[in-house]
């Protein structure tokens, strides 16, 4: 589906703001510092929030990070992209990842990858992101797959 928030805004945030995005959609029931991911401080980690007017609607970090599939260039890990529950699907997170693409693409970044849900799969293959590796179990949290998007030509 289409963004249907013509007045949202995409600003960047701190790490501090993405926590009431964060805590409820992928923290549910944990402390509140469960929230805070390594590397949220570092001088080259970005965090971009979705706006609806003022009302902070979706969040998404990226932080510069190789992984164990890239070993070249410099390439990102997007984490943490969450939505408010009421209003997933609408687009609002494909509006964060388009952003957040161009950012990094800005930044000289080769390669996007990610750790995703397996109930995710659907919204990232449907950005052109391809499965990498193999489906695996995160404790507390659940199964995930990673997947990757090449940025740089």
Not at 59 to 67: H, T
Not at 89 to 117: F, P, T, Y
Request: aromatic residues 10%.
């Amino acid at each position: 589906m289409e963004n249907e928030y013509p007045t949202m805004e995409i600003r960047t945030i701190t790490s501090i703001q993405t926590f009431e995005i964060r805590h409820p959609i992928l923290r549910a029931g944990q402390p509140l510092e469960s929230c805070k991911f390594i590397g949220d401080d570092d001088d080259e980690t970005l965090h971009f929030g979705a706006y609806d007017k003022d009302n902070l609607t979706g969040v998404l970090s990226c932080y510069v990070n190789n992984g164990a599939h890239f070993t070249l260039g410099k390439n990102y890990q997007i984490r943490g992209v969450a939505v408010v529950e009421k209003l997933q699907q609408h687009g609002i997170g494909k509006v964060l990842m388009l952003h957040a693409e161009k950012a990094l693409k800005a930044k000289g970044c080769d390669h996007v990858w990610l750790n995703s849900r397996v109930i995710a799969k659907s919204f990232y293959t449907k950005l052109d992101y391809l499965e990498i590796g193999t489906v695996f179990e995160v404790p507390i949290i659940g199964v995930h797959q990673s997947f990757y998007k090449k940025l740089k030509q």
